[in-house]
């Protein structure tokens, strides 16, 4: 059987007295849309944090494709093929959605020029356009600023920045946060279009009916660790609840960590 793309094994991580993972354990396989879900102080934000680069645990392991890593800042884990669209979506407003999507990455023009970090605009045009359309991101002017964009259009760059640099895993923290509900669906529809790619996305959200009809699979923590693993379709908005509380048994229905 193949490796899981991404695994974390007992991962612990604390901040002072508070133990915000207590062995934590996840995994992630290509091409699914897996769900990370948990009440507020579950260690959502903490594992994901560590697995994508931006703090370092103080115990348990990090494997790609079953080899251990050690993922020591975000670049790191850039070089693994791992992204994160953040809530605040890190964009820059003033600049327009093609620059948007090299922040960080610009293109630059050839010879002396290029040693003079004169931007390729034509080319980072270019590239966004053709990053837009794989997606089906429907946006009338890229060269407009992205502070003039809807918000489910600005997701939508955001999720398209991570995409372009990501062949592997994409972290989505609340992608659908504050978006109305036909800007949501784009979202949803953006994130299959991912998947179908081979991509692994990784969902973080509290609404649970979206993580039922997007998710292929929902793993919950609790108190820091791994309390259940659910298949979305035979699953209900009750059961993904009872196990972020405590109220249902993971062993009841095999979900167990």
């Known amino acids: 059987m193949a490796e899981p793309l991404l695994e974390a094994r007992g991962v612990t991580k604390h901040f002072g007295h508070v133990q915000a993972l207590q062995g934590a354990d996840f995994t992630a396989w290509p091409g699914e849309v897996v769900a990370l879900i948990g009440d507020n102080g579950a260690g959502k934000s903490t594992l994901v944090k560590t697995l994508s680069g931006t703090i370092r645990p103080d ?3 990090i494997l790609v494709d079953g080899a251990p890593v050690r993922l020591t800042s975000p670049l790191d884990a850039r070089r693994y093929g791992i992204e994160t669209v953040y809530q605040d979506l890190a964009l ?25 970090h004169v931007l390729d605009r034509g080319a980072m045009r ?3 356009v053709r990053a837009f359309a794989e997606l089906g991101v429907d946006l009338q002017d890229v060269d407009v600023p992205v502070a003039s964009l809807s918000g489910g259009q600005r997701q939508s760059v955001a999720v398209a920045r991570a995409v372009a640099f990501a062949n592997r895993i994409i972290f989505m923290d609340e992608p659908t946060a504050a978006l109305g509900v036909v800007q949501r669906g784009r979202v949803l529809d953006t994130i299959r279009r991912v998947r179908d790619r081979g991509i692994a ?5 509290h609404n649970m009916p979206e993580v039922l009809s997007v998710a292929d699979r929902v793993e919950v923590l609790r108190l820091g660790r791994r309390v259940a693993r659910f298949t979305a379709a035979q699953s209900s908005v009750e059961e993904l609840v009872g196990a972020m509380t405590g109220a249902l048994d993971p062993a009841v229905n095999g979900g167990g960590a």
């Open 92 to 116: 820059a407003p003033d600049l327009d959605a093609a620059a948007n999507l090299h922040l960080g990455r610009e293109l630059f023009r050839g010879g002396l020029l290029g040693r003079l």
């Open 201 to 205: 996305v990784v969902l973080i959200s």
């Open 59 to 61: 115990g348990g392991q």
């Open 126 to 128: 270019r590239s966004a």
